[in-house]
């Protein structure tokens, strides 16, 4: 079946550093890729997403390609703040019958100090 | 705008007890999800709706129940609680295929 593995966290990384969350998934055919981001004590918001292979899903500096070539959509930030603390989950849909459900990775806690 | 609005936010039950998680979304979504969030394990599907009308199990169905009450409503049903079900359950909702779906701010259960 589809799944979604990400890197273990947690991540702690100083502010104004460069992060990477790797994801990878096994799917067969063409999934949609998402990035969720989970506050302390909130659900889940859309953080970003990529529809098709070599787009570039980004917002609020954060950036992940989606790579089929390596079945990658690694999360990438140029310079993290504190207020960036959460957790982040790497997803995907396939978009066929059965609801559109979403497969998730465990999730990476970052978490940013000053 | 509320978006996916879930009830109560903290609920504590004892063994045995039954409840029901309310969810309902003001978005006009087609479709409506149930997941549980435990630490270690990211969410995992309890039980969907691709429409109202329909309703369909996911990854971990066992111990629940669920209504699509309508297009707007879809609530989740423990009718004898366990503590193995002590978790964070989140509702979501999506307009159709490939859309992001939208999160409720969660339910925290605690079953003594």
């Known amino acids: 079946g589809d799944s979604v593995t990400q890197m273990e966290g947690p991540v702690t990384l100083s502010e104004e550093a460069f992060l990477t969350i790797n994801c990878t998934y096994t799917a067969t055919g063409y999934p949609s890729l998402f990035w969720y981001v989970q506050y302390p004590g909130e659900g889940l918001q859309l953080l970003l997403k990529?529809?098709?292979?070599?787009d570039k899903g980004s917002n609020k500096g954060f950036e992940a390609t989606y790579r089929k070539e390596t079945t990658s959509f690694h999360l990438e930030k140029g310079s993290v703040q504190v207020s960036d603390s959460a957790v982040y989950f790497c997803?995907?849909?396939?978009?066929?019958?059965?609801?559109?459900?979403?497969?998730f990775g465990t999730g990476t806690q970052l978490k940013v100090e000053l | 705008n509320a978006g996916v609005t879930q009830t109560p936010k903290f609920q504590v039950l004892k063994t045995g007890q039954s409840m029901t998680l309310q969810c309902a979304q003001d978005m006009n979504h087609n479709s409506m999800y149930w997941y549980r969030q435990d630490p270690g394990m990211g969410l995992r599907l309890i039980y969907y709706s691709a429409s109202e009308g329909t309703t369909d199990k996911g990854e971990v169905p066992n111990g629940y129940n669920v209504s699509r009450l309508n297009k707007r409503e879809f609530s989740l049903r423990l009718e004898s609680a366990a503590p193995s079900q002590t978790s964070v359950y989140f509702c979501a909702s999506m307009t159709t295929v490939r859309q992001p779906q939208h999160f409720g701010d969660g339910t925290r259960l605690s079953i003594l």
């Open positions: 997803a995907l849909s396939k978009g066929t019958g059965g609801g559109n459900k979403l497969t």
């Open positions: 990529a529809t098709k292979a070599d």
